[in-house]
């Protein structure tokens, strides 16, 4: 148990000499009550000797702490200093809690030695502890230490505070001063450094729920052959013990035990209630079973689309009556758009998936697998399929005048199909060759019959299945999620936590590492959400690796959608198609991130030759390189860091990965996918043939046909529960522009330079949401107006609670 006090401290009338030893967490100092059991380690708030002068008054006499700091001469005077530790209250209440509610001395309140000086707290979530008691651990919000002439010092900790029976070791609070390690005071050069060793441990044994260490390991406990040897799955991580039935293999964490992340980057209650008390636990781990015991007998497809429509519009919602969150639904327009041609083309540029979309750049269309395993590289679509549909233009005219574009899943999903249509009911397009059938290769066009309309829809609905995998697998999941943890790993590792690019990242970290273990437990694992509603099924995760060994770079993830240089343009590129929602809107939110960036950059290095020689920061990229990405670490495109022009360009590509880009590809997925017909995230059935059973069948009944095609009533209802909860905002989501304390807003509140800059990021940021309203009214845009045609919002930066298809998050938080 961890015993609090708090008092004056004692400091001296002279410059400090390197740190100011603050409020220690140690033995009650109370002679009526001496409690010998689950003292808590120290906790060292330092500061630098230059960061404020120091003013004298005369001495008087102080409650001494146990600690004094070192000082070369015996000193003459003395000032008061009082100390305010703010501990976060928990939210969730039992009747102990309920008790202590009504304890004066526990409410909101600071307090001194002097007297009681009660003083309520404008935060109801939080509060300043005054008196002597004992937790089980603490979360430290912050002290402010009072007394200087020209303000308090204030050290943000926003963190975790354990018993000294579970962690001896003393933690060590900086104040919000950045400095850079060559800045750094003498006094805080040793401390600067063990704080940073304390977070990387030493590789070695099984991670404990109360740890803070950071480091490394393969995804190798995403299957469970222990369980069943179906559920053995490559590796791809944790550090819990190999299984029984296979060493190389972690032992599953099975809920309600948690996957290990260090414990500051645990949820915090407001999220952990939206998350595991809320709508969410429900969805994944009380719905779904429930679902699964009453419809497991009787699970048929779809007899008509009205049945789909009366459950998207009712949707799965467990929201208590005073829950205000919203829920944005696709049909509230046009229940009809999803059979356009011109809606299956407008959602590759404004739906949730719209960064696969290419421009042809030549004719014919080539593979890039190997032809001896996967046969000829030519696609089948000939110049006379395409010309027919061109109205007049050659195919070259179109090349030229860049007006040919593609989704192309081919090589991504070839290697894989084989694997893929041998699971029950999944099917997909299209199959590799073998020596004794080779490759069929089939071109589907849109007809004016009803019989070519029908085959029509079933071949966009194949094409829509095929983009949802990838885009859950590696848009989103591989290219946020994934790739944000070594940057995350990497900074807590190399980057003090007073390092300004520290303070810059740190809220876009915020929950990441969190999630992603969750993800772990129910949606990327063997047999989890994921490898059940979608068509790749159990191969889900060797797509993603695939996908990250062929077509993942650093330097591609930064400038969204098809762009082309142009200095004459204010973001500095053109887009290649004008009414391109998601690309125009996300070149809004990159510029302004990346002004922000190169701003804070400026005000912390006057010259390449400072960032060449910052030492943690190089090691912060050396290891991001070589630890965090291994596979890739002789790549010729790693961007090198050696210019402040340099850092601005990997720092935005980071914070608009962990931002924006999650937004766009994460936010509207209940909007587009939870309705089955316009997304279906698996198909059961390939396209009937001519001459086959399933051909006749599909000429009597093409609707009965397609609605057979579609995943049953169990797994679209899985689906649309998991893709509501993914496109949910906690009631405590911290969006871009706007910190709160824990997110680093105090420091940015301390003012001064760092302080203007981010208030011109956040009116950037207005004025873009400005641009996004005025763009979704202009009636020259077509892919944002008209008829039935819903807004893009996606990257409006901010929202309300719920699924309300807009937002842009600081971090990937769900």
Not at 80 to 99: D, F, G, S, Y
Not at 275 to 296: D, Y
Not at 593 to 607: G, K
Request: proline fraction near 8%.
């Amino acid at each position: 148990m961890i015993p609090l006090q708090s008092g004056f401290l004692r400091s001296y009338g002279r410059t400090l000499p390197g740190a100011l030893v603050a409020p220690q967490f140690a033995r009650c100092r109370s002679s009526r009550r001496r409690r010998t059991q689950g003292a808590a380690p120290s906790v060292v708030a330092v500061i630098g000797n230059d960061e404020k002068s120091v003013g004298t008054v005369p001495s008087r006499q102080t409650v001494g702490s146990r600690r004094q700091p070192e000082l070369a001469s015996p000193p003459r005077q003395t000032i008061e200093v009082r100390a305010v530790v703010t501990i976060r209250k928990k939210m969730k209440k039992n009747i102990n809690e309920r008790v202590v509610e009504h304890w004066d001395s526990f409410k909101s309140t600071e307090t001194a030695v002097g007297g009681w000086l009660p003083r309520p707290s404008e935060k109801p979530y939080f509060i300043e502890y005054t008196a002597d008691f004992s937790l089980p651990e603490v979360f430290l919000t912050d002290i402010v230490v009072h007394g200087f002439s020209d303000g308090p010092i204030f050290f943000p900790a926003h963190t975790w505070i354990q018993p000294q029976t579970l962690d001896p070791n003393r933690r060590i609070i900086f104040s919000n001063q950045a400095y850079l390690p060559s800045q750094t005071p003498d006094g805080l050069k040793d401390l600067r450094q063990d704080d940073l060793v304390s977070l990387r441990g030493n590789g070695k044994g099984e991670r404990k729920k109360h740890e803070r260490v950071y480091d490394y390991a393969l995804y190798n406990d995403l299957g469970n052959p222990d369980k069943n040897e179906d559920l053995t799955r490559p590796v791809l991580g944790a550090r819990s013990g190999p299984t029984l039935g296979d060493p190389l293999y972690e032992s599953r964490v099975e809920k309600p035990n948690p996957v290990y992340v260090p414990r500051d980057e645990t949820f915090e209650e407001m999220k952990e209630a939206t998350f595991s008390a809320g709508k969410i636990k429900a969805l994944l781990h009380n719905l779904i079973p429930l679902m699964t015991s009453v419809l497991s007998r009787t699970d048929n497809h779809f007899g008509c689309f009205s049945e789909i429509d009366d459950l998207y519009k009712v949707g799965v919602s467990l929201n208590p009556p005073e829950d205000q969150s919203t829920r944005k639904g696709r049909l509230s327009g046009d229940r009809f758009c999803w059979l356009r041609d011109s809606e299956f083309a407008r959602q590759t540029v404004a739906g949730v998936s719209p960064v696969n979309i290419q421009r042809l750049r030549g004719f014919p269309i080539l593979s890039k697998l190997d032809p001896d395993v996967y046969g000829p590289p030519e696609s089948a679509i000939t110049r006379e399929i395409v010309e027919n549909e061109l109205d007049g233009m050659t195919v070259d005219q179109a090349i030229e005048e860049k007006r040919l574009f593609i989704l192309d899943y081919h090589d991504i999903l070839l290697p894989f199909i084989k694997r893929m249509n041998a699971l029950k009911d999944r099917k997909a397009y299209a199959l590799p060759p073998t020596p004794s059938s080779p490759r069929r290769k089939k071109v589907y066009t849109h007809g004016h019959d009803a019989t070519k309309q029908w085959i029509w829809r079933l071949a966009k609905a194949h094409v829509c299945s095929n983009d949802a995998g990838v885009h859950q697998l590696v848009n989103h999941w591989l290219k946020t999620h994934a790739c944000m943890e070594p940057y995350i790993i990497a900074a807590h590792r190399q980057l003090s936590g007073m390092h300004p690019v520290f303070k810059l990242l740190h809220p876009h970290m915020r929950y990441t590492m969190e999630i992603n273990a969750l993800a772990r437990q129910s949606l990327i694992n063997g047999g989890g959400i994921i490898e059940a509603g979608f068509s790749p099924g159990k191969y889900a995760m060797e797509i993603s690796s695939a996908a990250y060994k062929s077509h993942w770079r650093f330097d591609m993830e930064a400038l969204p959608g098809m762009a082309e240089e142009d200095p004459s343009e204010p973001c500095g590129v053109k887009l290649v198609i004008e009414d391109y929602p998601y690309a125009a809107d996300a070149l809004l939110v990159w510029s302004a991130i990346e002004d922000w960036v190169r701003d804070y950059v400026s005000l912390f290095y006057p010259s390449d030759a400072v960032v060449s020689g910052d030492g943690e920061l190089q090691s912060w990229w050396h290891e991001v390189k070589t630890k965090g990405h291994p596979d890739k670490l002789h790549e010729p495109w790693w961007p090198p860091l050696a210019t402040a022009e340099d850092l601005v360009k990997i720092l935005a590509t980071i914070i608009w990965t962990a931002s924006g880009q999650h937004a766009a590809v994460n936010f509207g997925q209940y909007p587009f996918g939870g309705y089955m017909p316009n997304r279906p995230a698996l198909m059961k059935k390939l396209i009937p043939e001519e001459g086959t059973p399933e051909y006749e069948r599909f000429l009597q009944d093409p609707q009965a046909e397609f609605l057979s095609s579609l995943p049953t009533q169990l797994q679209a209802t899985q689906i649309m529960a998991v893709q509501d909860t993914l496109s949910t905002h906690s009631p405590d989501e911290e969006y871009l522009g706007e910190l709160s304390e824990g997110g680093g807003g105090s420091w940015v509140a301390a003012g001064g330079e760092v302080a203007a800059a981010f208030e011109r990021f956040s009116a950037r940021l207005e004025e873009a949401e400005e641009v996004i309203k005025r763009r979704n009214k202009d009636p020259g845009l077509k892919n944002r107006t008209g008829a039935g045609v819903p807004p893009y919002e996606l990257l409006l930066r901010s929202s309300g609670p719920g699924a309300t298809g807009r937002g842009i998050p600081n971090s990937i938080s769900i």
